[in-house]
T-cell receptor
Framework: KAGVTQTPRYLIKTRGQQVTLSCSPI?????VSWYQQTPGQGLQFLFE???????NKGNFPGRFSGRQFSNSRSEMNVSTLELGDSALYLC?????????????FGEGSRLTVL | GDSVTQMEGPVTLSEEAFLTINCTYT??????LFWYVQYPGEGLQLLLK?????DKGSNKGFEATYRKETTSFHLEKGSVQVSDSAVYFC????????????FGTGTSLTVIP
């Protein structure tokens, strides 16, 4: 069974640009979550989607947005990039609808903002 | 709000040493608790979990007990190996309607032969 696939794996942008990251969950998983990982802050929850609906949202500015398609694939977008947005963005999928389940993580998209 | 605090790293141990990584949490309600591990060059993966108080999660020789009275979920292993070198993350999830997880900042473990 294929794992969670994230594209692109690496990208470099400049301040003010926007970026779109893509995530394909494990087949059959309907929940997709996004996390930002930085050395100082660890993993910070961005948002979670289930059946194309945003179910939870973390404490990030409106520049961070996402969506989920009918095939459960998800994208996240960051507009007007800032230097502080440089991070590893992780996507995780889960077959579970409640919090006792396990998250399956992709290898991440490493964003560098210059 | 909900949060997780875990032991600062990095931690360096000799092979066969005893490992403890401390983790405490703050949460409303009744959270589920997890330890995730990130091996070098790999993605995060679940190591073990406990979904209610006094539960013990275990996997690959690692153990952690959900202690509600001390709001803790410390990770232990009796004899570490070089292959255990990784970053360990404590996490909780307490929402009833989704998969919102709160992670600690991670503890880097290096095991030397």
């Amino acid at each position: 069974k294929a794992g969670v696939t994230q594209t692109p794996r690496y990208l470099i942008k400049t301040r003010g640009q926007q970026v779109t990251l893509s995530c394909s969950p494990i087949s059959g998983h309907r929940s997709v979550s996004w996390y930002q990982q930085t050395p100082g802050q660890g993993l910070q929850f961005l948002f979670e989607y289930f059946s194309e609906t945003q179910r939870n949202k973390g404490n990030f500015p409106g520049r961070f947005s996402g969506r989920q398609f009918s095939n459960s694939r998800s994208e996240m977008n960051v507009s007007t990039l800032e230097l502080g947005d440089s991070a590893l963005y992780l996507c995780a999928s889960s077959p579970h609808t409640v919090n006792t389940g396990e998250l399956f993580f992709g290898e991440g998209s490493r964003l560098t903002v210059l | 709000g909900d949060s997780v605090t875990q032991m600062e790293g990095p931690v360096t141990l000799s092979e066969e040493a005893f490992l403890t990584i401390n983790c405490t949490y703050t949460a409303t309600g009744y959270p589920s608790l997890f330890w995730y591990v990130q091996y070098p060059g790999e993605g995060l993966q679940l190591l073990l979990k406990a979904t209610k108080a006094d539960d013990k999660g275990s996997n690959k020789g690692f153990e952690a007990t959900y202690r509600k009275e001390t709001t803790s979920f410390h990770l232990e292993k009796g004899s570490v190996q070089v292959s255990d070198s990784a970053v360990y993350f404590c996490a909780l999830s307490s929402t009833d309607t989704g998969n919102q997880f709160y992670f600690g900042t991670g503890t880097s473990l290096t095991v030397i032969p």
